[in-house]
Antibody
Framework: QVQLQESGPGLVKPSQTLSLTCTVS??????????WSWMRQPAGKGLEWIGR???????DYNPSLRSRVTISVDTSKTQFSLRLTSVTAADTAVYYC????????????????WGQGTTVTVSS | DIQMTQSPSSLSVSIGDRVTITCRAS??????LNWYQQKPGKAPKLLMY???SLQNGVPSRFSGSGSGTDFTLTISSLQSEDFATYYC?????????FGPGTKVQIK
């Protein structure tokens, strides 16, 4: 059973770069049948899709964040990462990594495995 | 980009009530519609994908219907563990937006 765990700094200064890692256990990050995705959720608000990594280096990003975001996979460490540059207070949120474990979920891009989430605050 | 809307934004219901939540896409998304349940302080949980395919372990009181642009999530008889916020999400094309959520509260 695939499990995910986010990690990274809980506090980032404005204009700096937010870097988070999602560690994958119980499955292969090299499998071509997974999307490795990031979402975020400001306190008291809804979910925002950030982007995904899939296949042998393909990525899709939310256009609202595209100029600042990078999602990458490190197969040797069974981790995938989120990098968000030039952060502001508006980037303060709980950040979730997620993937799909079931074939049906993959085809319809439904995320059936989530990390517990990590809170990132942007403040000086 | 495809925009997702949900109605109502919140509703107050009693145990045993039938609950219907509506999700609408700004353009046709075929059957690429998924539903999630989120409880306070927890990650979202996938309930249903492809409009009406129940995720493993999800009770059969949950059902989904619709196609194209209009979709519904129905809880046939609300249980105490169902009080939560529900989000729809489309899987049609990037960006894969979520609806704003529907909070189901105790009356």
């Amino acid at each position: 059973q695939v499990q995910l765990q986010e990690s990274g700094p809980g506090l980032v200064k404005p204009s700096q770069t937010l870097s988070l890692t999602c560690t994958v256990s119980g499955g292969s990050i090299s499998s071509g049948s997974h999307y490795w995705s990031w979402m975020r959720q400001p306190a008291g608000k809804g979910l925002e899709w950030i982007g995904r990594f899939y296949g042998s280096g393909n990525t899709d990003y939310n256009p609202s964040l595209r100029s600042r975001v990078t999602i990458s996979v490190d197969t040797s460490k069974t981790q995938f990462s989120l990098r968000l540059t030039s952060v502001t207070a508006a980037d303060t949120a709980v950040y979730y990594c997620a993937t799909n474990a079931a074939d049906g979920a993959y085809f319809y891009y439904a995320m059936d495995v989530w990390g517990q989430g990590t809170t990132v605050t942007v403040s000086s | 980009d495809i925009q997702m809307t949900q109605s109502p934004s919140s509703l107050s219901v009693s145990i045993g009530d039938r609950v219907t939540i509506t999700c609408r896409a700004s353009q046709s998304i075929g059957s690429y519609l998924n539903w999630y349940q989120q409880k306070p302080g927890k990650a979202p949980k996938l309930l249903m994908y492809a409009v009406s395919s129940l995720q493993n372990g999800v009770p059969s009181r949950f059902s989904g219907s619709g196609s194209g642009t209009d979709f519904t999530l129905t809880i046939s008889s609300l249980q105490s563990e169902d009080f939560a916020t529900y989000y729809c999400q489309h899987g049609y094309s990037a960006p894969f937006t979520f609806g704003p959520g529907t909070k189901v509260q105790i009356k």
